[in-house]
Structure formats: structure tokens, C-alpha cells
């Protein structure tokens, strides 16, 4: 059964601390994807990664960074977490093939900042 | 990137078929229809795909519209597991990034 898992289901932290969210596929997936998810905002794309050593901002990457040097692992950054980055985090990966290029989803990181 | 609406909730009675409607007017020609759905405290799971011609899995029934403007997931028999947050999305061939929008939220009464 494919998996993507992300390292923390829950996480405490406080305001000004460096906080590293990671993801691992075990499917060799090419492309990986970190999203957010906020009650009433759906979902919104922090960053992703089309392979190794390669990504691009999605549609609110500030106050974030990402790291990909491996393919299987895809690690979001918080250099100095902030209140407002209190939320649901997602992880997800996708093979790149002819065709549909379906996102298999981690369960999810709760991140709260105090 | 290309957007797609859905109504904000849909309610349904347990064994009713459910029918969740989207919008996609400016979809491209390399577009594929995804459905995902998202349970409580999960992360979404993919339910069904589509490029133009309807689609039947052991989970939904996809319904694409001959100008594949809007798409319709038909869920056959309802059940309280299928309640659930429903999203549509447009992902393309080319693969780039998989923008979601708000979703439907459905409720299943028993």
C-alpha cells in the first residue's frame, strides 16, 4: 500500500522557534507538495517540489521554505514560527506520468504556535 | 491555473444516491477531472479522474458535461461514512501544481 508520512501529528511550539515539518513517500513519486489547511479556506499550496533539489512557491509561501535533497523526503520550515502559522499542515506526493497524476495525501501535522 | 466551484454543502438521506456538482468553465484541453474526499481528522484520498468520458469505480461515478465546463460525482447509495469534505479539481498533464478550492461539505442523515 503506497504511504506518505509526515513525521508529527501534533505539534506545540512557541512564538520565534525554528520548526521543521517533514514528509517521506515511499512510492518514488517525482512531484511532493506541502499544503495548509485553515477552517473555511480549503486548502491553499505552500510549496512543491517537482524532484530533487527542485521546487516553487505555490500560493502563500511567506514565512516558509522548503528543502527536497532526497527524493523520498520533502521537509517545510518555519525559521521563526508565528501565531498565524497555527494549522493543519499536509503533505502530498504524485508520480509524473501520461495521464491523471493522482496526489496521495499524509495524514497531517497540527502545528499550534503559542 | 484553471478553477473550479462547488456549492459550499449538500445534505443527503443514508442510501440516497448524492449527486455533487462542479464548475470548471475554463478548463483547458489537458485537463483531468479529480475528485478527492476528506474525512474527519484524514487527509484527502482520491476518489475518481477524468478527461471526457464518464467514469465508474467501486467508490463513485464520475458525470462529465460534453463541453467538460462542469462534472458531476454521483455517489449511488449514501452512507454516514460518506460524510465527508468533497473537492474537484483540475490537474494537468503536464503536471503542474494541483490548486484546491473550498470543497462541498456533505452531511448523510440517517
Known amino acids: 500500500d503506497v504511504k506518505v508520512t509526515q513525521s508529527s501529528r501534533y505539534l506545540v511550539k512557541r512564538t520565534g522557534e525554528k520548526v521543521f515539518l517533514e514528509c517521506v513517500q515511499d512510492m518514488d513519486h517525482e512531484n511532493m507538495f506541502w499544503y495548509r489547511q485553515d477552517p473555511g479556506l480549503g486548502l491553499r499550496l505552500i510549496y512543491f517540489s517537482y524532484d530533487v533539489k527542485m521546487k516553487e512557491k505555490g500560493d502563500i509561501p511567506e514565512g516558509y521554505s522548503v528543502s527536497r535533497e532526497k527524493k523520498e523526503r520533502f521537509s517545510l520550515i518555519l525559521e521563526s514560527a508565528s501565531t498565524n502559522q497555527t494549522s493543519m499542515y499536509l503533505c502530498?506526493?504524485?508520480?509524473?506520468?501520461?495521464?491523471?497524476?493522482?496526489?496521495?495525501f499524509g495524514a497531517g501535522s497540527r502545528l499550534t504556535v503559542l | 491555473d484553471a478553477k473550479t466551484t462547488q456549492p459550499n454543502s449538500m445534505e443527503s438521506n443514508e442510501e440516497e444516491p448524492v449527486h455533487l456538482p462542479c464548475n470548471h468553465s475554463t478548463i483547458s484541453g489537458t485537463d483531468y477531472i479529480h475528485w478527492y474526499r476528506q474525512l474527519p481528522s484524514q487527509g484527502p484520498e482520491y476518489v475518481i479522474h477524468?478527461?471526457?468520458s464518464n467514469v465508474n469505480n467501486r467508490m463513485a461515478s464520475l458525470a462529465i458535461a460534453e463541453d467538460r465546463k462542469s462534472s458531476t460525482l454521483i455517489l449511488h447509495r449514501a452512507t454516514l461514512r460518506d460524510a465527508a469534505v468533497y473537492y474537484c479539481i483540475l490537474s494537468s498533464t503536464n503536471a503542474g501544481k494541483s490548486t484546491f478550492g473550498d470543497g462541498t461539505t456533505l452531511t448523510v442523515k440517517p
Open positions: 477524468g478527461l471526457t
Open positions: 502530498a506526493s504524485r508520480r509524473v506520468a501520461s495521464g491523471a497524476n493522482v496526489l496521495t
